[in-house]
C-alpha cells in the first residue's frame, strides 16, 4: 500500500524500546535505526501479535511525526466540559471553530477508537469549588464559571467513559501543575501520551510543554482541540510542529477514527 510521504523507514525490535531521536531525516534510505535497552520495563505485547515496530514517517518539509502502537498509550483530554460546549459566553468564544471543524464529534470518535486499541483515556477537567476557591482563574471568575455542582463543570456529552481516570487537584491552566495526572500516567505505565482539549494555545499548551519536560513521548492531536480563532489555532499547530500527531496522516494515532463529515446548508 502506498503512502503520501516520500520516505517510511521502520525501527523494529522485539526486546528494546525504539528512540524515535535517534532517526534522522539525512539519513539514507537504508539506514537502520538505532534502539535503546530498556533497563527494568518489559516491551508491552504488539497489538498485532507481531515483533514490535515504530514506522517513523518522513513527510514534506522533512517534518518527522511519530508513533509506536506498541507502547502503554495515554490520550490526555483537558476541559471537554459543558463550559466550553454548552450555549453560553464560553462557548461564544470557540463556536465557529468547533463546528467548523467538527471538534467534538471528532473526539467522540477519538475516545471510542482510543478505548478499542486499550489507550488509557484520562480526562483533566477544571472544576471550581467557590466555597474553596483555588488559583487564580477561580478568584478572577469568582468561581462562577466551571463551578462545582453545576452543569457547566459536567463533561461533554459522548467523551467521558465510567472507569475513565480523571485527573484531581487541578486548579490552573497546566493540568500537571498541583495534580495526580504524573502519578496516572506512572501508575498506568503509560510511555507516549496524546492531547486534545481545550484550548489549544492555553491549557493544552501549557501541559504538552510540561510532558515534553518531562521527557514523555508527547503529542498534540490537532482535530480535536480548538481555540479562538483559526489563526491563533494554526499558530499553536506551528510551534508544536514537531510534535503534531494529525489523525488524517498516513500511519497516524486512533486510525479510523477521523471520518469526513456530511456537509449541512
Not at 480526562?123 to 457547566?152: Q, S, Y
Not at 494555545?201 to 482535530?223: F, I, N, S
Amino acid at each position: 500500500m502506498t503512502t503520501p510521504f516520500p520516505t517510511v523507514r521502520s525501527c523494529t525490535s522485539t526486546d528494546r524500546r525504539v528512540n524515535p531521536r535517534s532517526c534522522s531525516p539525512s539519513m539514507s534510505d537504508t539506514t537502520r535505526c538505532t534502539a535503546v535497552p530498556v533497563p527494568t520495563r518489559p516491551e508491552p505485547a504488539p497489538l498485532d501479535g507481531s515483533g514490535a515496530t515504530c514506522e517513523i514517517l518522513l513527510g514534506l518539509a522533512n517534518r518527522r511525526s511519530v508513533w509506536c502502537r506498541v507502547s502503554k498509550r495515554a490520550l490526555v483530554l483537558i476541559e471537554f466540559q459543558e463550559q466550553w460546549t454548552r450555549q453560553g459566553l464560553y462557548h461564544r468564544l470557540v463556536k465557529r471553530q468547533l463546528d467548523t471543524r467538527h471538534v467534538v464529534a471528532t473526539a467522540r470518535r477519538v475516545t471510542e477508537v482510543a478505548r478499542l486499541e486499550g489507550v488509557v483515556v484520562i480526562h483533566a477537567p477544571l472544576v471550581i469549588d467557590p466555597e474553596d476557591k483555588r488559583g487564580a482563574l477561580a478568584h478572577l471568575t469568582f468561581g462562577r464559571v466551571f463551578t462545582k455542582g453545576t452543569p457547566r463543570a459536567e463533561f461533554t456529552a459522548g467523551i467521558f467513559e465510567e472507569g475513565d481516570p480523571v485527573v484531581q487537584g487541578r486548579t490552573g491552566f497546566d493540568a500537571f501543575a498541583g495534580t495526580d495526572l504524573a502519578q496516572l500516567l506512572r501508575e498506568n505505565g503509560i510511555e507516549e501520551v496524546f492531547f486534545g482539549g481545550l484550548t489549544t494555545d492555553q491549557c493544552v499548551a501549557r501541559t504538552l510543554r510540561t510532558a515534553l519536560r518531562m521527557g514523555l513521548r508527547a503529542y498534540l492531536v490537532p482535530e480535536i482541540t480548538a481555540t479562538f480563532s483559526g489563526w491563533l489555532q494554526r499558530r499553536a499547530e506551528k510551534r508544536f510542529a514537531e510534535y503534531l500527531a494529525p489523525l488524517q496522516e498516513a500511519g497516524g494515532p486512533f486510525p479510523g477514527a477521523l471520518r469526513e463529515e456530511p456537509k449541512t446548508d
